[in-house]
């Protein structure tokens, strides 16, 4: 699908950008263009890489006329650029509104002006029935992203746009798990929101292989999720003391906006998800190509989703301790000189 082609990921410069970023060098890929606003990000990911056919584009996605620029002639965009830091998006929600939703639809305005073939925008679990700004500003981005598949009934725009949704990647920046080695590797206490939480479970090499599967199967203004299993916070942190010792824990209650559970599908959603390609795949009521019938001629071996449960972290199977412990080793502590 990418050989050849010219790649633009917005936030390019996130854990999530840098692991999709070796993905698609893998393949006979033409060009990656980086647009992040970090520059020092830019600088160690350029000597990282040392690869000509990437380049690094400093810009905001909130700025329209550098976007323009930045899509030029590029064929997918994976757009992953987004404020994520709940507490900090509690304290500031007009800014996540400003980079979330405005900067997404200049995402849409400028990949239509510039005829882009497909674009994937990076959605969260938190979209789902929202709690938070955060997961409100990704609701609002997945609606635009849907939404902007009605040019394709123009004759002047062919650009189609799909969304993903997965859940907290394992080891991604600000996530639990480096949180909690750095504090164990101290000998203090591991900080607890609630221990009967649970979350999601992907690894960046799950998450990525994800991302690029349903940016192939997608038509146009579906929302895929893939099927997970989930881990409870209490897992992660024995896990971790079994390799770092324990040194006790500390419950600090859940923090503004956060969830016990998350949740990837919910009960209304359900009526309109189907299984596809061992994918979930969400679609839009109001499109005629989402009729039951055209689903069924145009998505080869999809199946209806026959359970009216939703799909949640408390209710999908877990992650046994000693798998959990192994993803940990492997993700973090291959290196470690100490633990590996």
């Given at each position: 699908?990418?050989?050849?082609?010219?790649?633009?990921?917005?936030?390019?410069?996130?854990?999530?950008?840098?692991?999709?970023?070796?993905?698609?060098?893998?393949?006979?890929?033409?060009?990656?263009?980086?647009?992040?606003?970090?520059?020092?990000?830019?600088?160690?990911?350029?000597?990282?890489?040392?690869?000509?056919?990437?380049?690094?584009?400093?810009?905001?996605?909130?700025?329209?006329?550098?976007?323009?620029?930045?899509?030029?002639?590029?064929?997918?965009?994976?757009?992953?650029?987004?404020?994520?830091?709940?507490?900090?998006?509690?304290?500031?929600?007009?800014?996540?509104?400003?980079?979330?939703?405005?900067?997404?639809?200049?995402?849409?305005?400028?990949?239509?002006?510039?005829?882009?073939?497909?674009?994937?925008?990076?959605?969260?679990?938190?979209?789902?029935?929202?709690?938070?700004?955060?997961?409100?500003?990704?609701?609002?981005?997945?609606?635009?992203?849907?939404?902007?598949?009605?040019?394709?009934?123009?004759?002047?725009?062919?650009?189609?746009?799909?969304?993903?949704?997965?859940?907290?990647?394992?080891?991604?920046?600000?996530?639990?798990?480096?949180?909690?080695?750095?504090?164990?590797?101290?000998?203090?206490?591991?900080?607890?929101?609630?221990?009967?939480?649970?979350?999601?479970?992907?690894?960046?090499?799950?998450?990525?292989?994800?991302?690029?599967?349903?940016?192939?199967?997608?038509?146009?203004?579906?929302?895929?999720?893939?099927?997970?299993?989930?881990?409870?916070?209490?897992?992660?942190?024995?896990?971790?003391?079994?390799?770092?010792?324990?040194?006790?824990?500390?419950?600090?209650?859940?923090?503004?906006?956060?969830?016990?559970?998350?949740?990837?599908?919910?009960?209304?959603?359900?009526?309109?998800?189907?299984?596809?390609?061992?994918?979930?795949?969400?679609?839009?009521?109001?499109?005629?190509?989402?009729?039951?019938?055209?689903?069924m001629e145009n998505y080869e071996g999809i199946k209806k989703i026959d359970k009216f449960k939703q799909y949640s972290s408390d209710s999908v199977d877990k992650i046994l301790k000693e798998e959990l412990k192994e993803i940990i080793k492997k993700s973090y502590l291959q290196n470690?000189?100490?633990?590996?």
């Amino acid at each position: 699908m990418f050989d050849g082609k010219k790649v633009l990921i917005t936030g390019g410069t996130g854990s999530l950008g840098t692991a999709l970023t070796q993905k698609l060098l893998d393949s006979n890929v033409d060009t990656i263009r980086i647009f992040s606003r970090n520059e020092s990000q830019q600088v160690e990911m350029e000597s990282k890489f040392n690869d000509e056919r990437i380049r690094f584009l400093l810009g905001d996605i909130r700025d329209y006329d550098r976007l323009l620029m930045a899509v030029e002639d590029i064929d997918y965009v994976f757009h992953a650029a987004a404020l994520k830091h709940v507490p900090k998006i509690e304290y500031n929600p007009f800014e996540s509104i400003k980079t979330n939703v405005i900067g997404s639809q200049n995402i849409i305005n400028a990949c239509l002006k510039s005829n882009v073939k497909k674009v994937i925008g990076i959605s969260t679990d938190k979209a789902v029935s929202p709690l938070n700004t955060y997961g409100a500003t990704k609701l609002l981005m997945e609606k635009l992203f849907v939404s902007a598949n009605n040019y394709l009934d123009s004759r002047k725009y062919n650009t189609k746009f799909i969304t993903l949704r997965y859940g907290n990647v394992l080891g991604s920046s600000g996530s639990v798990i480096p949180k909690f080695i750095e504090q164990l590797r101290l000998k203090n206490k591991v900080t607890i929101t609630d221990p009967l939480m649970t979350r999601f479970s992907i690894t960046m090499n799950e998450a990525t292989s994800f991302i690029l599967k349903a940016a192939e199967l997608g038509k146009g203004s579906e929302i895929f999720v893939p099927k997970l299993k989930a881990y409870t916070i209490m897992d992660v942190k024995e896990s971790l003391t079994d390799i770092f010792g324990d040194y006790g824990e500390n419950i600090i209650g859940i923090r503004s906006g956060e969830k016990i559970h998350e949740t990837l599908i919910n009960i209304d959603e359900m009526k309109y998800s189907w299984e596809y390609n061992d994918l979930y795949m969400i679609t839009s009521p109001p499109y005629p190509m989402f009729h039951p019938d055209v689903i069924m001629e145009n998505y080869e071996g999809i199946k209806k989703i026959d359970k009216f449960k939703q799909y949640s972290s408390d209710s999908v199977d877990k992650i046994l301790k000693e798998e959990l412990k192994e993803i940990i080793k492997k993700s973090y502590l291959q290196n470690d000189e100490k633990h590996g």
